[in-house]
């Protein structure tokens, strides 16, 4: 039986050959040769790290020994060699091992982007403990969730009063054997509730630990708990295991990244798209990392030109961001031969590409507890990548992706007479599924009921299982996929994923609130979904200014920023599902425009600390002036 590398190596000399015969036979035959080699590039390598237990801390060491002098980091106009970041990771392990954790039992950490952030993360990673990245802008019940769901018993607290500052506003609801470490602050100064981490660090020594501290890591061990929002209602700890932080330390092998380039990162370590997309791949190839603490649109072109960065790790609304700046002559002049990240929309990828002179962008599609990425190398303006007959076979349905019809009324797979899922044909959308491997038995720390919530069973054949990504696709003509919205019970604001079950829940704690339904709308002009909420009031009640101010007061301290409510819409009554589900379909449709919604609306404004009816009249000039 002839082997599908065979026939592929077959195929591709055919096209050397009678390269215009092919192309009337099969018009897109070259972006799927040119996306089967692009994305088969990592495999092999991770393959072979996979099979020689090569972990990611493994990488690291490898290049603080070898090549000690060469820069790891650069924050803050100082550069971090491997050799520096290797020996403050060996003090924080050599902190930590006192504490009597054991391999796979988790630490939080809480800080902003730096490289202690970092060298925190790595000294954990010598002892075979995973990081428990928390997101610094959650605040109360969500916080504190956050704090424990990973069983962590100790975090450490980063550089920042405001961040101490949070943390003791939640203290007391805290484990009474869950400590708290802060860095940065005099050990006089700090409350009793508190320790000094910096006194530790200073009382450690930069010496190696041990490796048969890491001996019992096995591929399955968290790396790293990262969280993300889900229909609980408050964030759920995805884990990256081993196994998984393997293969994402050679992701930009797509883009043949070496030791020699300078990738630059903006967004928060706590996501996946900094910590698992921008770092794991710098490490893999030990290479060098430009961190800043906070994105700035008006300092991004100066720092990657400064730092001659070669690569750009971008989010969508990123981009959207740094075209909102004016131009200026120096706009494309910088080293970046390609752009690697994800939710660049349609709209303004081909303005982002010819102004800053980006010569190849590589759109990848993936999820933080996702089972495989889908990777456009084709420059597709708008692609998530792409799902042809050859790129399915080639694959043999091992370990890609599935595209299904989907019924948004029941929220559920179509199925056939069989009771399997049905393929959607090209010009059709979909939800989109991936294989789940064998080496994943859950996908976050948490109950058996919340992972099988992401599991679709039956796909293929009877019996078999994939992960459900939330996320219905488009699948056009010429086999490319495009993203088209998220379902279920989050949507996606400002780079974050929003929970409506938490913030229906905050803002259900508001007395005159009789019944909350919160979804997300589209913003002409802006990526992802502007939170809405649909409420309806006690009897008894009507909207007034004044409880408008409690709803913003209420909001804006209970809720990240990127969570809270923009408009408001009042309903008399709310229209349900079979199950007593809130239906959202026909609110999404209609959105906050006030020439079809005949109920009234209200949109957020933080200067008068309230929220402000929304009209026909004044519409155009609030969305221009607060979006």
Same mark, same amino acid.
């Given at each position: 039986?002839?082997?599908?590398?065979?026939?592929?190596?077959?195929?591709?000399?055919?096209?050397?050959?009678?390269?215009?015969?092919?192309?009337?036979?099969?018009?897109?035959?070259?972006?799927?040769?040119?996306?089967?080699?692009?994305?088969?590039?990592?495999?092999?390598?991770?393959?072979?790290?996979?099979?020689?237990?090569?972990?990611?801390?493994?990488?690291?060491?490898?290049?603080?020994?070898?090549?000690?002098?060469?820069?790891?980091?650069?924050?803050?106009?100082?550069?971090?060699?491997?050799?520096?970041?290797?020996?403050?990771?060996?003090?924080?392990?050599?902190?930590?091992?006192?504490?009597?954790?054991?391999?796979?039992?988790?630490?939080?950490?809480?800080?902003?982007?730096?490289?202690?952030?970092?060298?925190?993360?790595?000294?954990?990673?010598?002892?075979?403990?995973?990081?428990?990245?928390?997101?610094?802008?959650?605040?109360?019940?969500?916080?504190?969730?956050?704090?424990?769901?990973?069983?962590?018993?100790?975090?450490?607290?980063?550089?920042?009063?405001?961040?101490?500052?949070?943390?003791?506003?939640?203290?007391?609801?805290?484990?009474?054997?869950?400590?708290?470490?802060?860095?940065?602050?005099?050990?006089?100064?700090?409350?009793?509730?508190?320790?000094?981490?910096?006194?530790?660090?200073?009382?450690?020594?930069?010496?190696?630990?041990?490796?048969?501290?890491?001996?019992?890591?096995?591929?399955?061990?968290?790396?790293?708990?990262?969280?993300?929002?889900?229909?609980?209602?408050?964030?759920?700890?995805?884990?990256?295991?081993?196994?998984?932080?393997?293969?994402?330390?050679?992701?930009?092998?797509?883009?043949?990244?070496?030791?020699?380039?300078?990738?630059?990162?903006?967004?928060?370590?706590?996501?996946?798209?900094?910590?698992?997309?921008?770092?794991?791949?710098?490490?893999?190839?030990?290479?060098?990392?430009?961190?800043?603490?906070?994105?700035?649109?008006?300092?991004?072109?100066?720092?990657?030109?400064?730092?001659?960065?070669?690569?750009?790790?971008?989010?969508?609304?990123?981009?959207?961001?740094?075209?909102?700046?004016?131009?200026?002559?120096?706009?494309?002049?910088?080293?970046?031969?390609?752009?690697?990240?994800?939710?660049?929309?349609?709209?303004?990828?081909?303005?982002?590409?010819?102004?800053?002179?980006?010569?190849?962008?590589?759109?990848?599609?993936?999820?933080?507890? /996702?089972?495989?990425?889908? &990777?456009?190398?084709?420059?597709? =303006?708008?692609?998530?990548? $792409?799902?042809?007959?050859?790129? *399915? !076979?080639?694959?043999?349905?091992?370990?890609?992706?599935?595209?299904?019809?989907?019924?948004?009324?029941?929220?559920?797979?179509?199925?056939?007479?069989?009771?399997?899922?049905?393929?959607?044909?090209?010009?059709?959308?979909?939800?989109?599924?991936?294989?789940?491997?064998?080496?994943?038995?859950?996908?976050?720390?948490?109950?058996?009921?919340?992972?099988?919530?992401?599991?679709?069973?039956?796909?293929?054949?009877?019996?078999?299982?994939?992960?459900?990504? /939330?996320?219905?696709?488009? &699948?056009?003509?010429?086999?490319? =996929?495009?993203?088209?919205? $998220?379902?279920?019970?989050?949507? *996606? !604001?400002?780079?974050?994923?929003?929970?409506?079950?938490?913030?229906?829940?905050?803002?259900?704690?508001?007395?005159?609130?009789?019944?909350?339904?919160?979804?997300?709308?589209?913003?002409?002009?802006?990526?992802?979904?502007?939170?809405?909420?649909?409420?309806?009031?006690?009897?008894?009640?009507?909207?007034?200014?004044?409880?408008?101010?409690?709803?913003?007061?209420?909001?804006?301290?209970?809720?990240?920023?990127?969570?809270?409510?923009?408009?408001?819409?009042?309903?008399?009554?709310?229209?349900?599902?079979?199950?007593?589900?809130?239906?959202?379909?026909?609110?999404?449709?209609?959105?906050?425009?006030?020439?079809?919604?005949?109920?009234?609306?209200?949109?957020?404004?933080?200067?008068?600390?309230?929220?402000?009816?929304?009209?026909?009249?004044?519409?155009?000039?609030?969305?221009?002036?607060?979006?």
């Amino acid at each position: 039986m002839v082997g599908r590398d065979a026939v592929l190596a077959a195929v591709a000399g055919s096209v050397g050959t009678g390269a215009l015969l092919w192309r009337r036979l099969y018009p897109t035959l070259m972006e799927d040769l040119r996306t089967i080699h692009t994305t088969r590039k990592p495999m092999a390598v991770t393959a072979r790290d996979i099979a020689s237990r090569r972990l990611v801390i493994d990488m690291f060491e490898e290049t603080a020994r070898q090549h000690p002098e060469r820069v790891f980091v650069v924050f803050e106009e100082k550069n971090y060699t491997y050799g520096m970041m290797d020996a403050m990771a060996n003090r924080v392990a050599n902190v930590v091992c006192r504490w009597g954790l054991k391999v796979g039992d988790a630490v939080a950490i809480m800080t902003y982007n730096s490289p202690e952030f970092l060298w925190t993360f790595l000294g954990l990673l010598k002892l075979g403990l995973a990081g428990t990245f928390i997101n610094y802008h959650l605040q109360e019940e969500p916080l504190v969730h956050s704090l424990t769901a990973s069983l962590s018993k100790h975090l450490i607290v980063g550089r920042g009063a405001e961040l101490l500052d949070t943390i003791l506003s939640v203290h007391d609801k805290l484990p009474e054997d869950f400590t708290v470490y802060v860095s940065g602050a005099p050990t006089g100064s700090l409350p009793k509730q508190v320790l000094s981490f910096d006194l530790l660090m200073a009382q450690s020594l930069p010496v190696p630990v041990c490796k048969v501290a890491r001996e019992e890591v096995t591929l399955k061990t968290p790396i790293c708990y990262i969280y993300t929002s889900g229909t609980t209602g408050l964030p759920k700890p995805a884990i990256i295991n081993q196994v998984k932080g393997i293969g994402q330390t050679h992701g930009y092998k797509t883009i043949d990244f070496t030791h020699q380039d300078v990738t630059y990162v903006v967004t928060p370590l706590y996501h996946s798209a900094a910590t698992c997309v921008g770092v794991f791949n710098t490490i893999g190839e030990g290479a060098t990392i430009v961190l800043r603490q906070k994105f700035s649109a008006s300092h991004y072109w100066e720092d990657v030109r400064k730092y001659k960065v070669t690569v750009i790790q971008y989010i969508g609304e990123l981009c959207r961001y740094l075209l909102r700046v004016p131009r200026h002559p120096l706009d494309g002049v910088h080293c970046v031969r390609a752009a690697y990240g994800n939710g660049l929309r349609s709209d303004i990828w081909n303005d982002f590409q010819t102004r800053f002179r980006i010569p190849r962008i590589y759109e990848f599609f993936g999820a933080t507890e /996702g089972t495989a990425i889908m &990777l456009n190398c084709c420059n597709k =303006v708008g692609a998530l990548g $792409r799902w042809s007959p050859l790129i *399915r !076979w080639m694959d043999g349905g091992k370990k890609g992706f599935y595209i299904v019809k989907y019924d948004p009324i029941t929220e559920r797979p179509i199925r056939d007479k069989e009771g399997k899922c049905i393929p959607v044909r090209p010009g059709d959308s979909g939800l989109l599924l991936s294989v789940k491997p064998p080496n994943i038995d859950k996908f976050y720390l948490g109950t058996k009921e919340i992972n099988e919530k992401k599991i679709v069973k039956n796909v293929l054949q009877i019996g078999d299982e994939f992960f459900n990504f /939330g996320d219905l696709v488009f &699948l056009d003509d010429d086999y490319f =996929v495009y993203f088209r919205d $998220r379902i279920g019970d989050t949507f *996606r !604001w400002k780079g974050e994923n929003v929970s409506t079950t938490e913030v229906a829940h905050v803002m259900s704690q508001l007395k005159f609130l009789h019944d909350v339904n919160v979804y997300g709308v589209t913003v002409s002009g802006s990526d992802g979904r502007a939170g809405m909420a649909a409420v309806q009031l006690e009897d008894g009640h009507t909207m007034t200014s004044q409880l408008l101010s409690q709803l913003y007061s209420h909001v804006v301290k209970h809720l990240p920023h990127y969570a809270r409510p923009i408009f408001i819409r009042i309903v008399q009554e709310f229209s349900t599902t079979q199950t007593m589900k809130h239906r959202k379909l026909e609110l999404v449709k209609e959105g906050f425009d006030p020439d079809i919604v005949k109920d009234a609306l209200f949109v957020i404004n933080h200067q008068s600390k309230t929220y402000d009816p929304l009209t026909s009249s004044n519409i155009g000039i609030i969305l221009t002036s607060r979006l």
